[in-house]
């Protein structure tokens, strides 16, 4: 996921290719997300080559290309202008972004993609239903998401019904970690993982509910625990 200023800058030097085929200078960068230094372009720059959206070319000057651009992000954001705009303000269900210069870390946008269940599993993770804003520190590398716990079969985890947990993207997990897991292509559930053998047993944190055991070709994993969010 990408922080604002960042959001913003990629979506600056995608513009500029289109119109032009020349990507912006580090002024014209500077100006366009009003920043004081081109130093926080360079580190904004830097954000997102680490994170795939744009590539630098060798031995060219000025030389940056977009890679790709932020599906789920896309929607909720304004497009930046020109030099001169002024970054839109948003709210999210967590607080207000404020407009800061990049020295200090902004809130990441993640998406909610729905409930998940802790206890009996439901549909399978499809659509975003909104998003909302996560301070960076909680956040590692690559994508995430968020889904809203419904259910009480992680209690002893620390994670309630009601809760907010913040996902990553991956396929893959290691025996005792907490991961979204798809049963059968069809039902999406918030278990610990456990690897017996051949098998994989999908471990609840309360007992009263019971381990439940599948063969590998049945559970394909979504994405590992990294956060959760509580609101008193």
Known sequence: ?????????????????????????????????????????HRLIKALEERGFIRRLPNR?????????????????QRPKRAGFSPSVIEGSLGKMRQTDSDVPEPVIVPVMGRIAAGVPISAIQTQSHSITVPPEMLG????????VRGDSMIEAGILDGDTVLIRKTDAADSGDI???????????????????????????????ETRIFGPDRIRIQGRLVGLLRRY
């Open 141 to 148: 590398g690559g994508e995430h998401f968020a889904l809203e």
């Open 1 to 41: 996921m990408l922080t604002r200023k960042q959001y913003e800058l990629l979506m600056f030097i995608h513009e500029r290719l289109k119109e032009t085929g020349v990507p912006p200078s580090f002024d014209e960068m500077k100006d366009a997300l009003d920043l004081r230094s081109k130093s926080g372009i």
């Open 179 to 209: 991961v979204v897991a798809l049963v059968d292509e069809e039902e999406a559930t918030l278990k610990r993982l456990r690897r017996r053998g051949a098998s994989i047993a999908l471990e609840a944190a309360n007992p009263a509910y």
């Open 61 to 77: 000057a000025r030389a940056l290309d977009v890679v790709r651009l932020p599906e789920a992000m896309a929607p909720t954001m």
